[in-house]
């Protein structure tokens, strides 16, 4: 984007900035995207070497328990992406700056990927543990896909609304109502009393150091690879808008 | 506490372990590589662009086309 802005440009240029568009994103490939991947495939290399090398087996599982280091992080970060994708659209609607909606979509589209890969795990590790790929009965797996679903109405609704500003607005409205939505959700599956899912936060039996250290690294892990996706996407999108904008400038379009 | 095992146990639910992770690789490869196609696809348009305000401003100087407030049309 740099050479672009080496072009003769205009002096009110940057008074019609596009949404998300800023210093930085004539930059998307900088410096701090680069740290933040590099320091995401290492974290998750380390991950991957504690699950398969450092925590020890547990008795009733055995090996096939390896699959509580991916499917519990994953789970987690999908649901606070959906909170936090809630958070940003409190604050877009609050300031109006269309930044906080950008990433707000971005939050949510990135938690909805994750969850996709919630829901595959899950299966396996249900198909593995059960002797079933789905247990209808079992109010934690039914209840993400709820949330789940309910989330993935969220784009064609959003895409359904042509005009910019309604659609943000819209968005926004529907990712605070269904993000107040997930910690209830969650408080509700808790107080349930029959369930077969284990309850591995604030539950009865604590984890043995080593696995503790092991879910630990895998849930900063993953949180890692969804704040690096989600840099990713938002700086390719910052970089499309940005690319329109100019060219509307430079009257090629 | 979680009780471990003091033996290796006899599974043979292995290849649902490996099932997991691939399946999860699998989806960020898939996402990583879609993310690949559309930057591909800017990076053209920005050398297009580039190019094309080469030819302009070798040409002749023009004035700038007045720009529409960004508020506005720019969606997600």
């Known amino acids: 984007m740099e050479s672009l802005s080496r072009h003769p440009a205009g002096p009110s240029e940057r008074d019609h900035r596009p949404p998300g ?54 789970a987690i970060v999908a649901l606070c992406g959906f909170v936090i994708g809630a958070v940003m659209a ?50 934690t797996l039914v209840s993400f896909l709820i949330v789940f679903l309910l989330y993935a109405i969220y784009q064609p609704l959003r895409f ?17 109502v269904a993000g107040a939505f997930v910690p209830l959700n969650f408080i509700a599956v808790r107080l349930s009393t029959a369930y077969l899912h284990p309850r591995v936060l604030g539950g009865t039996s604590s984890l043995p150091p080593q696995m503790a250290l092991t879910f630990g690294v895998s849930l900063a892990a993953m949180a890692l690879l969804f704040a690096t996706l989600c840099s990713y996407e938002l700086a390719a999108k910052r970089t499309r808008m940005l690319l329109k904008t100019r060219s509307r400038t430079l009257g090629f379009q | 506490m979680t009780p471990l095992a003091s033996t290796l146990p006899q599974s043979s639910n292995d290849g649902y372990v490996a099932a997991a992770y691939v399946v999860f690789f699998a989806i960020v490869l898939i996402y990583v590589a879609i993310m690949a196609i559309r930057l591909s696809r800017v990076e053209r348009d920005l050398r297009a662009l580039h190019a094309r305000a080469g030819e302009r401003t070798a040409r002749e100087p023009q004035p700038m086309q007045e720009p529409q407030p960004m508020q506005e049309r720019e969606t997600v």
């Open chain 1, 21 to 74: 568009d800023g210093d930085r994103a004539s930059r998307p490939s900088g410096r701090g995207l680069r740290r933040l991947s590099i320091a995401t495939v290492a974290a998750m290399g380390v991950a991957l070497g504690l699950v398969f090398f450092y925590a020890p087996i547990e008795a009733e599982e055995g090996f096939l328990q390896k699959i509580f280091y991916l499917h519990v992080p994953l």
């Open chain 1, 90 to 139: 409190i604050a877009h609607l609050r300031t109006r700056d269309r930044r906080w909606d950008l990433r707000s979509y971005v939050t949510i589209h990135m938690s909805l990927i994750f969850g996709v890969a919630v829901l595959l795990t899950g299966s396996i590790w249900a198909r593995g543990s059960w002797g079933h790929w789905w247990v209808w009965s079992e109010p």
């Open chain 1, 160 to 176: 359904s609304i042509e005009d910019p500003e309604r659609q943000a607005r819209y968005a926004s409205v529907f990712a605070i």
